[in-house]
């Protein structure tokens, strides 16, 4: 019969699982300095500088049915409104881990690490 110590085993897994995932955080560190969800994209540049990359993407902001009004307008078609929203990239070099900020309406909505 072979035994398997699981808390070992478990914490292997979840520590292999972590390493490859996208952990989400609130603040992050520039320098010296520290920038956290809620600052405005200006001082995440001042902070940080510019990123390494920038895309923009369209999201969902939510949907309105048909018979529902829209600043006082009654809609004849289900429509959506989308917002968008700014993804910048930080490269963290090869021995560090990268960071993608989320930008949305001016303002750092999510702050991401990844390998």
């Given at each position: 019969?072979?035994?398997?110590?699981?808390?070992?085993?478990?914490?292997?897994?979840?520590?292999?699982?972590?390493?490859?995932?996208?952990?989400?955080?609130?603040?992050?560190?520039?320098?010296?300095?520290?920038?956290?969800?809620?600052?405005?994209?200006?001082?995440?540049?001042?902070?940080?500088?510019?990123?390494?990359?920038?895309?923009?993407?369209?999201?969902?902001?939510?949907?309105?049915?048909?018979?529902?009004?829209?600043?006082?307008?009654?809609?004849?078609?289900?429509?959506?409104?989308?917002?968008?929203?700014?993804r910048w990239y930080y490269d963290g070099g090869s021995n560090?881990?990268?960071?993608?900020?989320?930008?949305?309406?001016?303002?750092?909505?999510?702050?991401?690490?990844?390998?």
């Open positions: 019969m072979k035994l398997i110590n699981l808390p070992c085993t478990a914490l292997l897994l979840l520590s292999t699982a972590a390493s490859a995932a996208t952990v989400t955080q609130q603040s992050m560190r520039c320098g010296k300095q520290l920038v956290a969800v809620g600052e405005s994209s200006w001082e995440v540049i001042k902070t940080c500088g510019k990123p390494d990359h920038r895309e923009t993407v369209a999201v969902i902001k939510d949907t309105i049915g048909v018979g529902q009004f829209d600043d006082g307008v009654h809609v004849e078609q289900e429509s959506a409104r989308y917002t968008e929203v700014e560090r881990l990268d960071r993608i900020l989320t930008i949305e309406g001016g303002q750092l909505v999510d702050i991401s690490v990844q390998r």
